[in-house]
């Protein structure tokens, strides 16, 4: 028996075309579904990325216009002055529960900055005159070349810990 040319499309041919879109629909969804997890990540860690960049430029912008012949730095943080057009500011960078914070001393009841959350450690070294690294800085009124800090941070969609250094000049040793 022959099927004439105006028959429609036989059981089996409809089975068959339906499972192959079954397969590229499935496919379809796996690829949109990894995507939009990738996408999700990525945004995650980005936000992070720009939270530790925002707090690395304040300290960067803060550094760069220490003034010179005050400097504190003990296991509690880096204490300093900041010159502006008026007197001086002293700020005070410290780690506190987690949170690497900032202090603008202006009085008693200034309350502080957080630059960034989720840091286990912040570890200050300063360059000294003789061009040697100090991780105690006793003498507040010699001004230090350079100042580096190092991060240990929390991943929070890793579980994960990175660490991150970064060096800052300091204008009020650079010139001595």
């Known amino acids: 028996m022959r099927p004439r040319p105006d028959a429609g499309m036989t059981l089996i041919e409809m089975l068959v075309a339906l499972a192959i879109l079954s397969v590229i629909g499935v496919a379809g969804l796996t690829m949109l579904d990894t995507t939009l997890n990738v996408q999700r990540r990525t945004e995650g860690r980005l936000d992070r990325i720009e939270e530790i960049d925002r707090a690395l430029t304040v300290l960067r912008r803060d550094l760069a216009t220490a003034a010179p012949g005050f400097a504190v730095l003990d296991e509690g943080g880096l204490t300093f002055l900041r010159a502006t057009t008026d007197a001086p500011l002293s700020l005070r960078i410290a ?12 009085g008693p009841e200034t309350p502080p900055q957080h630059l960034l959350t989720g840091v286990r450690e912040a570890r200050w070294r300063l360059l000294d005159g003789a061009r040697r690294w100090q991780t105690a800085w006793p003498e ?18 890793r579980g994960e810990v990175a660490e991150v250094t970064r060096l800052f000049p300091m204008p009020a040793g650079a010139t001595r």
């Open 95 to 106: 780690l506190e529960e987690g949170t690497l914070t900032r202090q603008v001393q202006r």
């Open 140 to 157: 507040p009124s010699a001004s230090p070349r350079a100042a580096e800090l190092t991060l240990r941070l929390e991943l929070p969609q």
